[in-house]
């Protein structure tokens, strides 16, 4: 049965869709409305995304750590539970991005020109990275234990597509964006901070369900 997968399936697509915003808006963001000048050098615009893949390598053995450490103490957390968890973390970057926005368009409309700080983008990056700590392994895991032995390679796919999906909308969302339009900023921060949370929600009501499922589940 691969009925969990497909659940599975939609909420990786919608935390994928924020999270590849990097190399869109959140990368527009920080070329237009980041200072980032350190010591009066500039940092490169693209240097900003790697600090999420810092995160993911030196925070990695810390979530597999807290994984097995509840596990050893029956307080083990479902793949539903972690994605819930992953798709509210995704949700806090883009709430940070809303505030960062904002404080830009306060200086715009008292004439300014202002850029925020890069701890704004940090701060955001951090939090994504958090959540495709609790969503990414855990997705990855559930698709091979939970398929039938004979579809785990379609399975791994399926949970690839997701990827390819989210890259997908995040594109069509974040490319559509105008740097010179700065009021649209705080609009698409926000809706994609709203999409997050009410998948949160959706996926945290259906924790029980999908659990069910998951135990009567049997790999054939």
Not at 16 to 34: I, K, M, V
Not at 125 to 152: D, H, I, N
Request: a neutral charge; one cysteine or more; glycine letters at 8%.
């Amino acid at each position: 049965r691969v009925d969990e997968n497909k659940v599975l399936f939609v909420f990786a697509t919608i935390f994928w869709a924020g999270f590849e915003q990097a190399p869109t808006s959140l990368n527009l963001f920080a070329h237009d409305f980041t200072d980032r000048m350190v010591f009066g050098w500039e940092v490169p615009t693209l240097w900003l995304q790697s600090a999420e893949s810092f995160f993911v390598i030196t925070l990695a053995p810390v979530f597999a750590w807290i994984w097995v450490a509840l596990a050893r103490r029956n307080h083990d957390l479902s793949s539903p539970t972690k994605f819930a968890i992953g798709l509210a973390l995704a949700g806090l970057s883009f709430v940070v991005m809303v505030m960062a926005s904002h404080h830009v368009m306060a200086g715009a409309a008292a004439g300014q020109t202002v850029r925020v700080s890069m701890w704004w983008l940090v701060i955001c990056y951090m939090l994504q990275a958090f959540g495709e700590l609790s969503l990414s392994p855990v997705g990855l895991s559930s698709m091979t234990k939970l398929a039938p032995r004979r579809f785990v390679g379609q399975m791994m796919g399926v949970w690839f597509m997701a990827d390819a999906l989210g890259n997908l909308i995040a594109g069509l969302v974040g490319g559509h964006v105008n740097p010179n339009n700065l009021s649209e900023m705080p609009v698409l921060f926000g809706r994609t901070s709203i999409a997050l949370f009410v998948a949160t929600l959706i996926c945290g009501a259906l924790v029980i369900p999908i659990r069910r499922m998951m135990s009567e589940s049997a790999p054939m």
